[in-house]
Structures are given as structure tokens and as C-alpha cells.
């Protein structure tokens, strides 16, 4: 059972180059999510997509941006990578619109910007 | 901004004891609360769910929900120490569409 599936695991970036983090669920579920985790931070909703076609931005989108390419992938893109965006970012999904829903997470990108 | 307080611990218990993990929320209207673990290193694990007021069982683990006072507890009994981890609680968060809040989680250490 893959569930979802977080690619690359780990990745080191000089501050400004550019890098698509990929995430695809096979749950069939409509709402996908990325967050970041830092330490004392917790879990940060960096990118949210609802629905196939729809994105919107949670608590911390600047220097992100998201594609949903179908119901299944939602990728994140850093376009000039700065040292504060070095974290721990995971991907997740549920199969409802509204309310009452937990998440199903990725297993995380660990992402380091020198 | 929807908030939600977890003591960031360490808890720490001995082996075979209780262990209980305390998260309050802002918001009244809260009507679903999750409890994630994560282990170091690893990504959060749902391990409960509970709507109602009131108690929900699930073999060692339970929790507690109390709307009124805008608390949520999970305990552990016969705590293990493959139970140390971070526990994160999560209510809806503030956009309407599935999202969630967490809080910053508490760690727990259960010493053999």
C-alpha cells in the first residue's frame, strides 16, 4: 500500500536554484496538502489544493508555488531557494472536502539550502 | 487564527504507567480533533479521531473531548517505550476545506 509518496527524499540546494518537489497519492483521495515542519514550529500549511484544479495558499506560502497536475500529483516548486526555506516538507491527503477529515501524510522531503 | 496549545514536554513515565498528552483550541466551533504521532524522523501517524464529547477507546490509547471547555486529551496506559514520540494534536484550521491546525506536540519519553 503506497498511499503517498514523497520524491525526493533529500535534497541539498545552493540559495538560489530552483526544484520541483513531486507528490502523488494513490488513495484516490480529492484534497492535497504541503506543509513545512521546523523544530519548535510544528506543522506549517504551506499549499492547499481541495479539489482537481483548484489551489489556494495556507499560513505560509511565500517563495512557493503549487500545481495540481491531476487528482492524484500535487507538486511544490521553490523557484530561488533561500536558506530559510531549508526544512522538512510533507505532503498530504484526504479523500473529503469538508470538514471531519484527518490527513495521510508522505513520508517527507528533507530539504537543506546552502 | 485558530490556535492550538500543546505542552511542548518532555513527558516523561515509566514503563507500564499512564501517560496523558493535553492540547486545548480556540475555536468553540471545532467539531472534529485528531491525535498524530510521529515518531524522530518520521512522518506524523493518525492514531485517533473523536467528534463527540466524551470518551473514545482504542486499544491502549483514548480520547477524551471536552467541547465546554475546549480540551482534548489522548492517554496511554501501560505506556511502552516504543510509545516515545511526538504527539501532535490537530483541529480544522482556518480556510473551511479540510484543512487542519496543529498544534506544536508534546514529547513523550517512556523509560524501560
Known amino acids: 500500500n503506497a498511499g503517498v509518496t514523497q520524491t525526493p527524499k533529500f535534497q541539498v540546494l545552493k540559495t538560489g536554484q530552483s526544484m520541483t518537489l513531486q507528490c502523488a497519492q494513490d488513495?484516490?483521495?480529492?484534497?492535497m496538502y504541503w506543509y513545512r515542519q521546523d523544530p519548535g514550529m510544528g506543522l506549517r500549511l504551506i499549499y492547499y489544493?481541495?479539489?482537481?484544479?483548484?489551489?489556494d495558499k495556507g499560513e505560509v506560502p511565500n517563495g512557493y508555488n503549487v500545481s495540481r497536475l491531476n487528482k492524484r500529483e500535487f507538486s511544490l516548486r521553490l523557484e530561488s531557494a533561500a536558506p530559510s526555506q531549508t526544512s522538512v516538507y510533507f505532503c498530504?491527503?484526504?479523500?473529503?472536502?469538508?470538514?471531519?477529515?484527518?490527513?495521510?501524510f508522505g513520508d517527507g522531503t528533507r530539504l537543506s539550502i546552502l | 487564527q485558530k490556535e492550538v496549545e500543546q505542552n511542548s514536554g518532555p513527558l516523561s513515565v515509566p514503563e507500564g504507567a499512564i501517560a496523558s498528552l493535553n492540547c486545548t483550541y480556540s475555536?468553540?466551533?471545532?467539531?472534529?480533533f485528531f491525535w498524530y504521532r510521529q515518531y524522530s524522523g518520521k512522518s506524523p501517524e493518525l492514531i485517533m479521531s473523536?467528534?463527540?464529547?466524551g470518551d473514545k477507546e482504542d486499544g491502549r490509547f483514548t480520547a477524551q473531548l471536552n467541547k465546554a471547555s475546549q480540551y482534548v486529551s489522548l492517554l496511554i496506559r501501560d505506556s511502552q517505550p516504543s510509545d516515545s514520540a511526538t504527539y501532535l494534536c490537530?483541529?480544522?484550521?482556518?480556510?473551511?476545506?479540510?484543512?487542519?491546525?496543529f498544534g506544536k506536540g508534546t514529547m513523550l519519553l517512556v523509560s524501560p
Open positions: 498530504a491527503s484526504t479523500d473529503a472536502q469538508g470538514f471531519n477529515q484527518p490527513q495521510h
Open positions: 488513495m484516490n483521495h480529492n484534497s
Open positions: 489544493s481541495a479539489s482537481e484544479g483548484t489551489t
Open positions: 475555536d468553540r466551533g471545532s467539531q472534529s
Open positions: 473523536i467528534y463527540s464529547n
Open positions: 490537530a483541529v480544522p484550521g482556518w480556510s473551511g476545506y479540510s484543512t487542519l491546525t
